[in-house]
């Protein structure tokens, strides 16, 4: 299936639900990020790929081209290429990498979004599980 579409984003909100654990790999956080994902080819559109957590329990998983997603209010919003999230989600690169590397930019507490980087990371992992066409 191919990234970022609305089956893709479907099976990824079910194998995160099952998968993750809110203690051990989500830490029991409580944030929302929203990412904003540009140039995506073959016409160069954005999606917003929108995420929260509550206590470390998956709370909302929603994709959208129209930007209404903004209107979430998100605690971290986190904007980069499409070739750099494609990275990141298929394991070639880390959140951490890509953000100390100013691949990808953050807006929010950087020091919280520091301490959230390795949940993160855990969600990517399971995600990988899933068969993706990028």
Known sequence: MKFLSEEWIEKAKKIATEKLDPEKD????????????????????TVYFYLSVKEGNLQEMLINQSGSLLDKNAEFV???????????????MSTLIALIKNRVKIKGDKVKALKFVKPIDKINDCLRELETEF
């Open 26 to 45: 989500l830490k029991k956080a409580t944030t929302s990020l929203l990412n904003i994902i540009e140039n995506i080819p073959p016409d160069g559109k």
């Open 78 to 92: 986190v904007t980069g290429n499409y070739d750099t999230f494609g990275q990141i989600f298929k394991g070639e």
